[in-house]
């Protein structure tokens, strides 16, 4: 089977709840995730959410350093709420010591709140989003550029140079598929169904143009096996969070056996996808990547 057709499916890695209340810490969720054969580990980038949070940058570094195999995904960074310098060099340095197993999602929410707690103007989000796509890869490799828009206009180079990781764009908006399909390695929407995934994946070829058409890649949210939330109740969490209708996100939570998950997810692989990244929505999370990898073997 051709490997670039295989669904590969990562894990969010346990939030600081999780690892308090299941004696787990983020060098052995890592190794877990690993020794059990699923294909990615991931942390998103969040500055002020109201809850416990571990910065991403330093939680990936901590995953690579405790694994030799697995991608190091982050889901998603926002490198437009830091100086663009900083954010290059997080990049590098994550890609350096994970030995070139990064994949950088990139992302442009969070929510006013995170916007004001960096300093930088809501309404720049877009811009500065658009600039960060567009320079990054050139900086990483080492280019000398001037940020144009940042403060001074400074002229770098950084160091150490380092291959660009694959970017994938996160959301599922127009504004997202428009610049996936612009300026990204792949399309990263959550929370989606294989329908919408099926629609996006139609645009986004056209869009594409003359480009390498990005790969598409799922975040999903679920929990698998008995004595664990109902699909029913991890689609109300979702509706509350997002503010979207109960019935739109009913179909969504990944649940039931490994077999069951399976079906859900080749729905997801028949509609273009190719990655699956999952959030655990409950039960013991190493139990719960177990279940997964062997959703990921039925599959493959």
């Known amino acids: 089977m051709n490997p670039d057709t295989v669904m590969k499916i990562g894990v969010i890695l346990p939030s600081v709840e999780v690892q308090r209340t299941q004696n787990l810490d983020l060098a052995a969720a890592a190794r877990h ?3 059990a054969g699923l294909d990615g580990v991931w942390h998103g980038d969040h500055l002020a959410v109201g809850m ?7 939680a990936l570094a901590v995953a690579a350093a405790a694994t030799g195999r697995i991608t190091i995904g982050a889901s998603v960074l926002v490198p437009a709420i830091r100086p663009l310098a900083w954010a290059v060099k997080q990049v590098a340095s994550l890609q350096y010591v994970s030995g070139g197993r990064l994949i950088l999602g990139v ?3 969070g929510g006013p709140a995170q916007w004001a707690a960096a300093g930088v103007a809501y309404a720049e989000r877009g811009r500065r989003t658009d600039a960060a796509l567009e320079l990054l890869p050139k900086l990483l490799a080492g280019d000398r ?3 144009t828009g940042e403060p001074g206009q400074p002229e770098i180079e950084p ?3 380092v291959t660009p990781p694959p970017i994938w764009v996160g959301n599922a908006s127009a504004v997202a598929l428009r610049r996936a399909a612009r300026l990204g390695d792949g399309w990263f929407p959550s929370l989606v169904s294989p329908q919408e995934v099926a629609a996006g994946a139609g645009r986004l070829a056209g869009l594409a143009a003359r480009r390498p058409v990005p790969v598409i890649a799922i975040g999903a949210a679920g929990a698998l096996g008995p004595g664990v939330p109902a ?8 509706a509350q969070a997002y503010g979207r209708p109960l019935e739109q996100v ?3 939570p990944i649940t039931g056996d490994p077999g069951q998950a399976a079906e859900r997810v080749a729905a997801y692989h028949d509609a273009g996808a190719r990655h699956l990244v999952m959030g655990i929505s409950g039960g013991d999370w190493r139990h719960q990547c177990d279940l997964l990898a062997e959703t990921r073997a039925l599959l493959a």
């Open 52 to 58: 416990p949070t571990l910065d991403g940058p330093i």
């Open 33 to 35: 995730a690993e020794q």
């Open 159 to 161: 160091t150490p140079a």
């Open 107 to 109: 992302g442009s929410g």
């Open 250 to 252: 009913l179909p969504i």
């Open 145 to 147: 550029v001037r940020l």
């Open 231 to 238: 699909r029913e109740e991890i689609a109300s969490g979702i």
